[in-house]
């Protein structure tokens, strides 16, 4: 029945309880049970195959094999455990029939009989408990395997307590499977009307446990009557009591709220489908910036893309793998050949774990569970994995691993073996060695190396164009035995747990001259007794990180937990390397080849800006560092000045595809971004001015920043076209690519003016306040007197759209007069790749792919009144077919500003959760980082509508009546000018 | 050990029953195999004079196991077939009950639609146009995003592998097909097209190859992509590329408004076909978002 009562005094909504144990004193009655019978059958097998008889313990083998179970699969489960096999049977077996329906039939019999005989009684601190929550008007179920359960119910008198049951009756009649799987709970908490995440489930039994963790309630507790603690914290219990009287309501209030909190910095996966694990590899990513490591099994898939890729490590395209799907020949036509391309490494955490020879590994049969979890606050990837190699013999692998954030050259893993219930010898490979380099990894030549240390495994490899050396060194070893080696051989007892402890270390010819003895150096001064402590430093240094980049979300855990998957992936991504950027995909995926685009100085930046400054100026470097490139680019184009490259590595050198030529369709379409989009050189210079005005970083300013001003705005002087005392720019593309070719794209001048505006303002202010930085500077470009004035005469003169009478800007001259295109729900899901295809049949019509006009009052809030703002999305947003991952933060902002509550709520979320729910099926090639970044401004800048003045952000009134649906507050912190400030807001 | 040993060939004495047999010959030659041949719906009767029926040639006598049923043809068929475990069955679109209708011959006759719907296992099929071109020499598989299509592409790799064959992969994408997980329902969002669906495309072809060897797929040599009617597309680049073997995912079930492209394809290619079905996904779940709350 479903709960119409009034909404529970707690944080959760419903409790619900196993009987047997739990509730009623049943336990000891079932061993029993089970006892009887089974030592039955293990007699007789022994008479018959002379084997020594072994009883059934009705404490290990009961808690282990049966306890919670439906009858059927607790027969199975333990016979399986001593390598017995019978048949089915059927309903109609003789009592002395050796099926697994016989003995279930026949352990019911003996149950009946010992309750008869032993009686009934029920747990006094329980039946308090459930009075106690029944008052705080929280929901209460009962579920149990047993068939007798509503029996039992009735004759303990408890049945009047409960709001919903399910018994092994209702399972059968409903077909629900049993414990370990969720499927009975999950039924009780349909019938309560409460969903699993706002549930509790109190367990005895392991497999209880291990149903309530799989069906994802918010919290497991487990009851230990004895000896049965550890089988209940493996499972996942979340708190573990040895019985109900310790729990009253308030603390296990305090227990869900807790761990609903700890959730929230959890991506947990349960189960293994090897179809997604590339998708998976993605959001498991560890990272500090310098390098990324995607979240590959510790045994790789055979097609598995765990790969390490190191930022800045680029080289020449390889031919694609004949298999890869990616024979679109790109014509990069760039300069920069030998840097287009990312290169990717061996996966540094591979191990192979044999157990009796037979190796394990989940693309095999054997495994039986699977979980992997990110715990995003400390940034460490754990795994737990339990198999059955055969009959009886089952292990367990758990695992952690982190890029370490202390050292960035530094990783660190920990695998430990235990079996379950019967010795084996035990191997484990630790060698990195990639068996498929060649296929795998074509950028790389591998070299041998030149130590001789047994104890250190290095693997050396050169880039075959780029030239980049990279040494990676590791050591590896099994806690406790005083030794370094890749291989292992080990006996092993039960419960033993064999814990293996990896060190490796990563540097490039980027970072140091000699990089092998740099990697080796770095493994040889770890101690292994410093293993925790290593972790620890890396565990305080994210404290460090979330203490800026946290946004505390009260009310709705999935939002609170997206935001911190975005606050995580994007604190991965960069680091403070000024030669490097952080790619379209990051370090997390092959995506886009790494290239670098608008998106960090567009959408990603303000995130570093307000949590991580240090950060945000390395990125800005990177366009100092590649200024050359730029200018190159400009001067291949016949201007003066810098013009940064739509795709650019770490030269600034163009490596923008020409051509597109997609696999075996016989299309080549031509590509206009690369030589129209320069709206990306004015990019650059908004987001200088955008990091000055937070940081008043004047060293910067003086130095790198005035140079990009002064250069880009060299490259609009020249790119302007004069006409009748106004200029113009024309054969341009602007943020929405569906258009190219285009005249007076609005974004595109806009930016431009802005640019050459900042610049001339920025070259005043230099003379001014730093005229031995001026004179440098206008030495070192060859700055004319002049050209300060020349570029604020230009921006005056610079047309920019203005909203028509309607208060329409124009996207750029005669989009107005396109054909009409009326965006139909069914065309709005046609696959873009057929605006690819359809290129210049969608340059005719009004059709956007993302935000163009409305880019302006995403990054310009205050400059535009709310009727242009209003009439703008009204018109741009049916025309938009949002086909960017960028679009839908975009448009969330502006709803949310216009007070389009649902429209925004709907937007934000697609943006927010378009990894975690990989809705487009592509977060396998990596992350979108500039999603998350345009997620995070939507919420900052616009939802809460912060801005600063006075040197402090404030608040827009509205902010409260914006926040998203169940949001109750969010709490975050912003540096503004060297000062962090709190920002809070409640509805 | 081959994955498709043993094969299993129903056979019931029909010109198009042998060229099943004649293919299957060949297939266990070259995968080490055994064949179990099928004789069902008739009453048993002695081993060489019910291959004498069945004309098979003498030669392969003793290569064979003949299981006789005289139960429903398709029943033994699937009783033999999970009995000895099988890898594989083979057996012509047509056997003498589809060519004894009266009027034009069914697509599939009643026994084939029978096991293809009820065998766990591949089964090639032989339409009634087929075109003996033995030995084969490169396959074609569609993907479309789809579980069983990757299904068949696994199988298809696997069989490439061991039969040394080259593999064309092709991916149609058709609007109508949007929803059903390959490009077209992949594509909500597309950054940089030129970037995007090289690597979606790859990865499509990679997700569906998850439980290969990395060495079995390199027997796919290329990848194309087309757009329009999916069996229309299909049937251009049969005709183009002319593969010895056609494998297809399907949903096991040929009523009347299901398996459209499948009975396009029986209809018009003269290549064997080889169904394959996909097992139900392993239990996965990603806690995020709702699941939270």
């Known amino acids: 029945m479903a709960s119409a009562g009034p909404r529970p005094r707690t944080a959760f909504d419903a409790v619900i309880f196993d009987m047997d144990g739990v509730l009623t004193k049943t336990a000891r009655v079932h061993a029993n049970a089970w006892k009887e019978l089974f030592d039955d059958v293990l007699r007789r097998r022994a008479e018959r195959e002379s084997e020594p008889f072994r009883p059934f313990d009705a404490g290990r083998d009961y808690l282990a094999y049966v306890d919670g179970k439906p009858r059927e699969d607790g027969v199975r489960s333990f016979l399986r455990s001593r390598g017995i096999e019978v048949p089915e049977g059927g309903p109609d077996d003789p009592d002395d029939a050796e099926t697994v329906r016989a003995f279930a039939k026949r352990k019911d019999r003996l149950f009946r009989r010992h309750l008869e005989a032993e009686g009934v009684d029920v747990f006094g601190s329980t039946v308090a408990l459930i009075e106690a929550l029944r008052a705080a008007d929280v929901a209460v179920g009962i579920v149990t395997s047993s068939r007798n359960g509503r029996d039992i119910l009735a004759r303990t008198g408890t049945d009047v307590l409960f709001d919903a049951r399910i018994d092994g009756i209702d399972a059968a009649e409903r077909g629900l499977r049993g414990k370990p799987d969720p499927d009975a709970f999950l039924a009780c908490a349909a019938g309560l009307g409460v969903t699993a995440a706002r549930s509790i489930v109190v367990e005895d039994a392991a497999a209880g446990i291990a149903a309530a963790r799989k069906g994802g309630f918010g919290l497991a507790v487990g009851v230990d009557r004895g000896s049965n603690r550890a089988a209940l914290e493996l499972q996942g219990a979340h708190v573990v009591v040895g019985d109900l009287g310790e729990l009253d309501v308030a603390a296990l209030d305090r227990e869900f709220t807790a761990e609903q909190e700890r959730r929230t910095w959890r991506i947990e996966q349960e189960g293994f489908d090897p179809a997604k694990e590339h998708g998976v590899e993605s959001l498991f990513t560890v990272g500090n910036g310098y390098l990324g490591v995607r979240g590959g099994l510790d045994t790789p898939l055979a ?298 100085e567009m959408f990603m930046l303000p995130f570093y800006v307000h949590s991580a400054p240090d950060v945000a100026r390395c990125l800005l470097q990177y366009r100092h560092h590649t200024l050359d490139g730029a200018r190159r680019r400009a001067q291949a184009l016949g201007q003066r000045g810098a013009c940064y490259a739509w795709e650019s590595t770490t030269t600034g050198d163009d490596v923008t595809p020409r051509v597109a030529a997609v696999t075996g369709s016989g299309a080549a379409i031509p590509l206009f971004t690369g030589t129209q989009q320069i709206h990306v050189t004015a990019d650059v210079a908004y987001a200088i001015w955008r990091y000055w005005e937070a940081t008043r970083d004047e060293e910067f300013m003086r130095g790198p920043g005035a140079e990009i001003l002064a250069e880009t705005a060299r490259f609009w002087a020249g790119r302007v076209a004069a006409d009748a005392g106004t200029y113009h720019i024309r054969d341009v593309m602007g943020p929405d690519e569906y258009h190219h070719g285009v005249n007076d794209n609005a974004y595109t001048n806009w930016m431009a003016r802005f640019n050459l505006e900042q610049a001339a303002a920025t070259s005043d202010w230099l003379r001014a306040r730093h005229p031995q930085a001026w004179e440098a500077l206008t030495a070192r470009i060859g700055l004319e007197e002049g050209e300060p004035g020349e570029w604020s005469a230009i921006a005056r003169r610079l047309y920019v759209p203005s909203p028509n009478e309607d208060g329409i800007i124009e996207q750029f001259a005669g989009f107005f007069g396109l054909e009409e295109y009326p965006l139909k729900q069914e065309q709005q899901l046609e696959e873009p790749l057929n605006r690819l295809f359809d290129l210049e049949k969608i340059n005719g019509m009004k059709l956007l792919k993302q935000a163009d006009v409305l880019m302006l009052p995403f990054l310009f809030p205050q400059s535009f009144e709310r009727r242009i703002l209003a009439a703008n999305y009204a018109y741009y947003e049916p025309l938009t077919d949002h086909r960017s991952s960028l679009s839908p933060g975009v448009h969330a902002a502006l709803a949310a500003r216009l007070g389009l509550k649902e429209e925004a709520q709907r937007y934000w979320e697609q943006s927010l959760m378009l990894d975690l729910s990989d809705t487009m099926s592509n977060s396998a090639l990596g992350v979108h980082p500039a999603s998350m970044g345009a997620t995070w401004q939507a919420l900052v800048f616009h939802v809460l509508g912060v801005h600063f003045i006075d040197g402090r952000p404030l608040v827009e009134p509205g902010a409260p009546d914006r926040l998203p649906d169940g949001w109750r507050s969010v709490v975050l912190e912003l540096l503004w000018r060297g000062r962090a400030h709190r920002v809070e807001v409640a509805t | 050990m081959s994955a498709f040993d043993p094969i299993v060939v129903p056979l019931d004495g029909s010109g198009a029953a042998a060229k099943g047999l004649r293919c299957a010959a060949w297939l266990a030659e070259r995968l080490s195999a055994t064949l179990h041949l099928v004789r069902a719906g008739r009453p048993p009767v002695p081993p060489h004079e019910a291959l004498r029926r069945l004309h098979v040639p003498e030669n392969l006598w003793a290569r064979v196991l003949l299981h006789q049923s005289d139960h429903f043809p398709e029943q033994a068929v699937l009783e033999v077939a999970n009995r000895c475990g099988a890898g594989l069955i083979v057996m012509s679109a047509r056997g003498r009950s589809a060519e004894d209708q009266d009027g034009e011959a069914l697509l599939l006759g009643h026994v084939t639609a029978a096991v293809v719907e009820g065998a766990i296992v591949p089964v090639l099929i032989l339409p009634s146009t087929y075109r003996e071109r033995l030995p084969w020499t490169t396959a074609l598989a569609p993907i479309s995003g789809e579980a069983q299509a990757d299904a068949a592409l696994t199988v298809a790799v696997r069989l490439g592998h061991e039969l040394d064959l080259t593999l064309t992969v092709v991916h149609v994408m058709c609007p109508a097909e949007r929803g059903k997980g390959g490009l077209a329902a992949e594509a909500r969002y597309a950054d940089a097209l030129h970037h995007e669906y090289t690597c979606r495309l790859g990865e499509l072809v990679e997700r569906a190859l998850s439980h290969c060897d990395r060495h079995d797929a390199e027997c796919i040599r290329e990848v194309l992509l087309r757009r329009g009617d999916v069996a229309t597309a299909l049937l251009d680049v049969i005709e183009e590329r002319q593969p010895s073997l056609v494998v297809v995912g399907w949903h096991a079930r040929f009523t009347a408004q299901r398996a459209q492209t499948l009975k396009a394809l029986l209809e018009r290619v003269s290549c064997p076909l080889l169904l394959v079905r996909a097992e139900p996904p392993p239990p996965f779940e990603l806690k995020v978002g709702e699941a939270l709350e």
């Open chain 1, 303 to 600: 097609l598995s893309q765990g790969d390490l890729r190191i930022a800045g490590v680029y080289d020449r395209r390889q031919p694609p793998r004949p298999y890869s799907g990616s024979g679109a020949a790109a014509d990069t036509g760039g300069e920069d050949a030998d840097y287009s391309d990312f290169v990717s490494f061996p996966f540094p955490f591979r191990v192979q774990v044999s157990v009796e020879e037979t190796p394990l590994s989940l693309q095999q049969e054997e495994w039986r569970t699977h979980r992997r979890v990110l715990e995003m606050k400390d940034a460490v990837l754990h795994a737990e994995t339990t198999y059955e190699c055969e009959p009886g013999l089952v292990v367990r692998t758990r695992s952690r691993r982190c890029a370490s954030l202390d050292d960035l050259h530094l990783l660190l893993q920990e695998v430990i073996v235990q079996l379950d219930n019967s010795p084996a010898v035990v191997e484990v490979d630790g060698s990195l060695t990639e068996p498929d380099l060649a296929l795998q990894h074509p950028h790389l030549v591998a070299h041998s190396s030149g130590d001789a240390d047994p104890a250190i495994e290095v693997q050396r490899f050169t880039t075959r164009a780029s030239g980049i050396e990279t040494c990676i060194a590791q050591r590896f070893t099994l806690a406790g035995s005083g030794e370094d080696r890749t291989r292992w051989r080990v006996s092993a007892g039960i419960g033993e747990m064999l814990t293996f402890r990896r060190y490796v270390a990563v540097f490039t010819s980027r970072d140091v001259a000699a990089v092998e003895s740099a990697a080796v150096e770095a493994v040889r001064g770890q101690s292994w007794d410093g293993f925790e402590a290593a972790l620890e430093a890396h565990a305080a240094r994210w404290q460090q990180v979330w203490a800026r980049a946290d946004i505390a979300v009260a009310g709705r855990p999935g939002a609170q937990q997206a935001l911190r998957f975005l606050g995580y992936h994007l604190s991965i991504a960069a680091d403070r390397d000024p030669r490097v950027s952080v790619g379209a995909r990051t370090l997390s995926g092959s995506g886009y080849q790494g290239h670098v685009f608008w998106d960090v």
